[in-house]
C-alpha cells in the first residue's frame, strides 16, 4: 500500500470531505499508478494544485459574489451537493481564514510586474531563450524579466499596464537589442 506523508494526507482528507469523493477509490487509484517516492512530490503537486484552483473558482463565482448566505446557496454549483457547499462556505466564513486570504490579495496587490507564464517555471523559460542563443552566451536578467511579463505569442489577454510597460521598455534600452513577443509601440 501506498503511504502519504503527513501534508499529501490532510489535502487528500479535505479533498475527500469536500467533494464527497471515496477515500477508497482515490487510494486504489493512487496504488494503481503506483506512484516513486520520487514522483510522488510532482504528482501531489499537481493535484494540490488544480485542487487550489477549483477551490478559488467556485468561491469567486459562488461566495464572494453574494453577500448572504441565503444567495449564496441560491446561487450555489449544481455540480455540488448543497450538504458540502456549506462545508465550503463555513470554512471560508472562518475568521482566521477570512485574514489569511485579505492578507494574501493586499500582498498580490503589491507586487508589481506580475509574470504572464501561468505554471511554465522560470527554469523552463531560460532553457528554451539559452537555446536560442550563441553557444556560451548567457541569459541575462533583462531578457528573463522581458520574456515572463510579455503575452505569449498568440494569445490573447490583458495588455501590459503602463507601469510593465515601462519597465520592460527600460530594460531593452539597458539591454540593446532583445526580439520581443510583441512591439513595444503603445497606442
Do not use: C
Not at 531563450?129 to 556560451?136: A, H, I, Q, S, Y
Amino acid at each position: 500500500m501506498h503511504k502519504l506523508g503527513r501534508g499529501h494526507r490532510d489535502k487528500l482528507q479535505q479533498f475527500i470531505t469536500i467533494t464527497g469523493a471515496r477515500e477508497a477509490v482515490i487510494i486504489l487509484n493512487i496504488e494503481k499508478f503506483n506512484i516513486s517516492d520520487k514522483g510522488e512530490k510532482a504528482v501531489f503537486t499537481r493535484i494540490n494544485d488544480a485542487w487550489r484552483r477549483y477551490k478559488s473558482f467556485i468561491k469567486k463565482k459562488h461566495f464572494s459574489k453574494y453577500s448572504t448566505l441565503k444567495d449564496r446557496l441560491k446561487h450555489r454549483p449544481l455540480f455540488l451537493s448543497e450538504a458540502h457547499f456549506k462545508q465550503l462556505l463555513k470554512y471560508w466564513n472562518i475568521s482566521t481564514i477570512q485574514s489569511i486570504s485579505e492578507r494574501n490579495a493586499a500582498n498580490r496587490a503589491k507586487q508589481k510586474y506580475i509574470h504572464r507564464m501561468g505554471p511554465t517555471s522560470f527554469a523552463r523559460i531560460h532553457a528554451e531563450l539559452r537555446t536560442k542563443k550563441e553557444v556560451g552566451e548567457k541569459v541575462t536578467q533583462a531578457e528573463m524579466f522581458i520574456t515572463t511579463r510579455q503575452r505569449r505569442e498568440g494569445r490573447k489577454g490583458k495588455e501590459l499596464d503602463e507601469e510593465t510597460h515601462n519597465a520592460i521598455v527600460k530594460k531593452v534600452v539597458q539591454q540593446g537589442h532583445i526580439h520581443l513577443h510583441q512591439p513595444m509601440i503603445r497606442s
